[in-house]
């Protein structure tokens, strides 16, 4: 009897250990499947891209249904807001600039669709815009300065007001 339920025992645990790797075989084989799918809708999808010479940077959600994306056709960028309607903000055909936009691409490792990075670059398209941030540190210290000053002078007058008519009440 002894011999019996050894024997079961060691063919349980055969069929067990046969079962397990029956699964581990398969479940590699699906992930050879879906990798190599992978592999082929991308390289689809380049072809189609790449043979009109348009292409997606990257883009990201600025809130309900609005985006801001990145777009390359040719050697020109082309930063579009998109919404209820597209919007071109602006396009970038310097080859300087589009070279260093595409070098920052690479070294994000192509993560354009991160908001802190697109946020860094619609921050520098701003700084370039307005000139540099200290024209408009100086025109706002000058501003500052200006209704200090007014106030200043509108305190004084009061002031002064308010003591001629204590003056002419004695």
Known sequence: ???D?????????????ALLLQTIIALALII???????????????????????????????GSQKSLQIVQIGTT????????????????????EVNELLDLLEVRGASASNPVFMGELVNRWFRKKAG?????????????????????SMEKEL????????????
């Open 132 to 152: 540099t941030g200290e024209a408009f540190e100086s025109m706002f210290q000058m501003k500052v300065k200006e209704a200090r000053q007014r106030r200043e």
């Open 32 to 62: 050879a499947v879906i990798y190599f799918l992978l592999r082929f809708v991308s390289k689809r999808s380049n072809a189609l891209f790449g043979r009109t010479g348009i292409r997606m940077l990257g883009g990201c959600s600025l």
């Open 77 to 96: 960028l082309y930063i579009v807001g998109v919404g209820e309607n597209v919007h071109l903000l602006r396009y970038i055909d310097d080859p300087d």
């Open 159 to 170: 002031f002064n007001n308010g003591e001629k008519e204590k003056g002419e009440e004695k």
């Open 1 to 3: 009897m002894k011999l």
């Open 5 to 17: 339920e050894m024997g079961t025992t060691a063919q349980e645990s055969t069929s067990m250990f």
